[in-house]
Nanobody, 129 residues
Framework: QDQPVESGGGSVEVGGSLTLSCRAS???????IGWFRQAAGKGREGVAA????????????SVKGRFTISQELDNFKTTNTVYLQMSGLTPEDAAMYYC???????????????????WGQGTRVTVSS
């Protein structure tokens, strides 16, 4: 099945902003899209997720109030681009950021990586002081 493709990573100074993009095309009307990150030596952490309709969004505690997830369907409604707007970046936000797709049902922990079935290759975010 199609894998999501991330873009937009880069280097930013502390306090700066960056927007990541995830392009997904596999069964976008029934699968959630989420962002995870993994810093060196740490496990994969759920950052944010959005429901197929866009009506529901979820955020990890460490990014609430600073990150915003949104989505945009193309004109043919076959490709969904999900954005992760990040602001107030700190060195703790530096990581490889991954986009994922999955059938996340109500009551399922969205921030558990094992519940997602399709992953992108990742895009790196570096935060310098």
């Amino acid at each position: 099945q199609d894998q999501p493709v991330e873009s937009g990573g880069g280097s930013v100074e502390v306090g700066g902003s960056l927007t990541l993009s995830c392009r997904a095309s596999g069964k976008i009307h029934s699968r959630m899209i989420g962002w995870f990150r993994q810093a060196a030596g740490k496990g994969r952490e759920g950052v944010a997720a959005i429901s197929p309709s866009g009506a529901a969004t979820y955020y990890g505690d460490s990014v609430k109030g600073r990150f915003t997830i949104s989505q945009e369907l193309d004109n043919f409604k076959t490709t969904n681009t999900v954005y992760l707007q990040m602001s107030g970046l700190t060195p703790e936000d530096a990581a490889m950021y991954y986009c994922a797709q999955g059938y996340i049902r109500l009551g399922t922990e969205w921030d558990s990586p094992e519940n997602w079935d399709s992953w992108g290759q990742g895009t790196r975010v570096t935060v310098s002081s």
